[in-house]
């Protein structure tokens, strides 16, 4: 069974850092464009960032340039987001997914992020 | 960017059909062909249901079906059974590698 489990999220407050971990099992992330997407509380979808196959081409959205960074490491069939300077609108479940052609294919279960004083 | 639009609940007695609409603009879904539809329960992780506009993964009950005219995308739902109620979000490529979602709807089954 193709499976992802995120790790990594917490209670931070605003203007600290996590990062969060994404391992995939069962499958090769290797093979897979790569995405992180977020849900704030009570609130939709967000895509937040996504990597190409050999990490040569990362992108985000607008409101989180600057402040996370996508990697990923092969050896360890893993995914990562650093995110640092973290604001009280960055509290949401964070999944990772793998991504085809800009559409969400096998999402993990989540990790909740909270920024709060 | 801001989110595609959706309404915010949709509603329909079992055994009906149902639409929910999905507009963006000419640099999103008017200008791709890469419109996806997601499925979330409460509680659950999302699931993808329709992708490029109108296939479905290998699954996904031929229920539910897309299409798209000019910037707005739809998502069928026919013959609602009672677990089809959950939220449902929209998807497009939004130029270079971004990825807007629609802001929800969720689908009440009466």
Same mark, same amino acid.
Request: proline share 6%; aromatic share 6%.
């Given at each position: 069974?193709?499976?992802?489990?995120?790790? +990594?999220? &917490? /209670?931070?407050?605003?203007?600290?850092?996590?990062?969060?971990?994404?391992?995939?099992?069962?499958?090769s992330m290797n093979i897979h464009w790569m995405s992180w997407v977020r849900q704030?509380? +009570?609130? &939709? /979808?967000?895509?937040?960032?996504k990597i190409n196959r050999d990490s040569s081409d990362k992108s985000y959205v607008d409101s989180v340039k600057g402040r996370f960074a996508i990697s990923r490491d092969h050896a360890e069939n893993s995914l990562y987001l650093q995110m640092e300077g973290l604001r009280?609108?960055?509290?949401?479940?964070?999944y990772c997914a793998t991504e085809m052609w800009w559409r969400m294919e096998t999402w993990g279960q989540g990790t909740t992020v909270t920024v709060s004083s | 960017?801001?989110?595609?639009?959706?309404?915010?609940?949709?509603?329909?007695?079992?055994?009906?059909?149902?639409t929910i609409s999905c507009t963006g603009t000419s640099n999103d879904v008017g200008g791709y062909n890469y419109v996806s539809w997601y499925q979330q329960r409460?509680?659950?992780?999302?699931?993808?249901?329709?992708?490029?506009?109108t296939?479905?993964?290998?699954?996904?009950?031929?229920?539910?079906?897309?299409?798209?005219?000019?910037?707005t995308a739809s998502l069928t739902v026919s013959g609602l059974q009672a677990e089809d109620e959950a939220d449902y979000y929209c998807a497009s490529s939004?130029?270079?590698?971004?990825?807007?979602?629609?802001?929800?709807?969720?689908?009440?089954?009466?």
């Open positions: 069974e193709e499976k992802m489990m995120e790790s +990594g999220g &917490g /209670l931070v407050q605003p203007g600290g850092s996590l990062r969060l971990s994404c391992v995939a099992s069962g499958f704030a509380p +009570g609130k &939709g /979808l967000e895509w937040v960032a009280v609108d960055d509290t949401a479940v964070y | 960017q801001s989110a595609l639009t959706q309404s915010p609940s949709a509603s329909g007695s079992l055994g009906q059909s149902v409460p509680g659950k992780v999302p699931k993808l249901i329709i992708y490029e506009i296939r479905r993964p290998s699954g996904v009950p031929y229920r539910f079906s897309g299409s798209k005219s000019g910037n939004a130029g270079d590698n971004n990825v807007i979602f629609g802001g929800g709807t969720k689908l009440t089954v009466l």
